[in-house]
């Protein structure tokens, strides 16, 4: 298989510093369906010989040089040798049209982020874990139902984006007439992109300041993309997904086997998200009938709301994620 020659930035240009204690570089890789993905790397300095590995993605829009690249450059201080990676259609990765996503191709992300680290000279094939931020939480856990290579999976602040495009939020619109009427809506919008020859993008987060009538969320969101972890390459950042670029999670619901996943798996949330109860919910449906829940955990961070688990060092609970993964790794 052939990786295409993307174009990667070199200098640092990540939304929080840059450590001392671990080594960086670009590495690129293929994914089931010939797309290559870009990803950066981070290596302990002081650890020898084959170490565990991770593999982190998120959140939903987000690229890795903003929270993914925190969790992944913070584990690797910890000891373990960490890759922070651009889903298909975004970021430094290839795949066109751009700005496109799909619960198969997004779940093969990471497992293709798997194959890479099970073939790294530096790495130990049999300790390898991920980590899932925001919607990427809902590709981790199902990645983990699908891939008996991974040894153990956290997922932070997580969302099922299956659920909430056919749902909305809270499961405000879950009736068949309001799913009917967005894909009725989205059908005629693919009609206009053929038109017009381009997609039509659905705007990222809202400009700051952000109407006082705004959602605490929106407000949330806002402050974290537009403001403290704005990047160039980012699409909440800027103009959000296409239109129709998540059309397909609308009848496509991951996690169904969630309840066999047999690895550890860590589910992290804060109890004053908006999005708790993706979590919650997530975690009822792995442990029930299951007959693996002795290295299944949820842990409710108290106060948090969902942002502070893209970047709050105060409340993302790394010692435990670390001791998870070793324990588990």
Sequence with gaps: MQKAVLELTQEWDKTFPKSDKVDHSKVTFINRYGITLAADMYVPKDKEGKLPAIAVSGPFGAVKEQCSGLYAQTMAEMGFLTIAFDPSFTGESAGEPRYMASPDINTEDFMAAVDYLSLNDRVDPERIGIIGICGWGGMALNTAALDTRIKATVTSTMYDMTRVNANGYFDSEDSEEQRYAKKQALCAQRLEDLKNGSYK?????????????????????????????????????????????????????????????????????????????????????????????????????PGAVHTDLYDNLDVIPFDKICQFFTNYL
């Excluded at 659905?202 to 006082?212: N, T």
């Excluded at 407000?219 to 800027?238: I, V």
């Design 201 to 301: 993008r659905a705007g990222g987060c809202l400009p700051l300041p952000v109407p006082d009538d705004a959602p605490f969320f929106v407000k949330d969101y806002s402050g974290y993309y537009k403001d403290r972890a704005y990047h160039a390459r980012s699409l909440n950042s800027n103009e959000g997904w296409n239109v129709t670029g998540c059309e397909s999670f609308m009848n496509q619901p991951i996690l169904k086997y969630s309840n066999e996943i047999r690895s550890a798996v860590l589910i992290i949330h804060g109890e004053k998200a908006h999005s708790c109860y993706f979590s919650k919910d997530a975690y009822a449906n792995m442990i029930k009938g299951s007959k693996y829940t002795d290295n299944k955990e949820i842990m409710i961070i």
